[in-house]
């Protein structure tokens, strides 16, 4: 029986490499999964299937509070198969929120702080991976602004990520007008109307989540507040 067992096993292995790997499996992702039990099964077609058992571990090791299990299978869960924003969204949810909140109620101030701060990059960094590996993608973009803007207060960083999340295929509204009020919070107040004007003929009158109206008298406040008096 156990023979027989590791035929078969052996006949997969060997029809799994002899198939040239995915484009999107080269690289990083590859090495990412070297040795973790996963890659035959992956090769094989199974990357679904893979990605979903290390989510489910991810997140019994995250009910555990184990910072490091956590992070190191939300890498192996992407690493299985980078195509679901859900994985990258909720992933660096998890770090960039989660994480800092599993110290003891002692741990000082500071250490709170550097731990947030840590945190905080290591989700802007696995996002990051994800615009490489997925795609371009408005949701991780509006990710990374709220991660900036939430957990950093760099409205600098926030403003760029609102602007490249608004300049993708099916953004959503708010995120145009987000860029703009963050243009206004940092001084750049024409920045913020030219801004305003460009995106304005791209809002549909009939769709409420446009706001165009909202937009329109935005437009209207800037103007008057740039007019000379």
Known sequence: MLATALLFMGGFLLRALEQPAPAALRGEQLTALAGQGGLPAVLGGLRSTVAGGFWLRANLAWERRDAAGT????????????????????????????????????????????????QAQRALDFLSKGLRW????????????????????????????????????????????????????????PEALAWLRQILPTLPADDPAARREVVQARIRALEQGLAPR
């Open 71 to 118: 992070a190191a299978l939300l890498e192996l869960t992407v690493a299985a198969d980078e195509r679901p924003a859900y994985f990258w969204l909720n992933g660096a949810r998890m770090l960039a929120y989660d994480v800092p909140e599993w110290l003891p109620v002692t741990a000082p101030a500071a250490v709170r702080q550097q731990v947030r701060d840590g």
């Open 134 to 189: 997925h795609g371009a993608d408005a949701d991780l973009y509006v990710e990374q602004a709220s991660i900036h803007l939430r957990r950093r207060g760099d409205l600098e960083s926030a403003a760029r990520c609102y602007r490249l999340a608004a300049e993708q295929p099916g953004a959503p509204y708010y995120a145009g007008r987000l860029h703009a009020e963050l243009l206004v919070e940092l001084g750049r107040r």
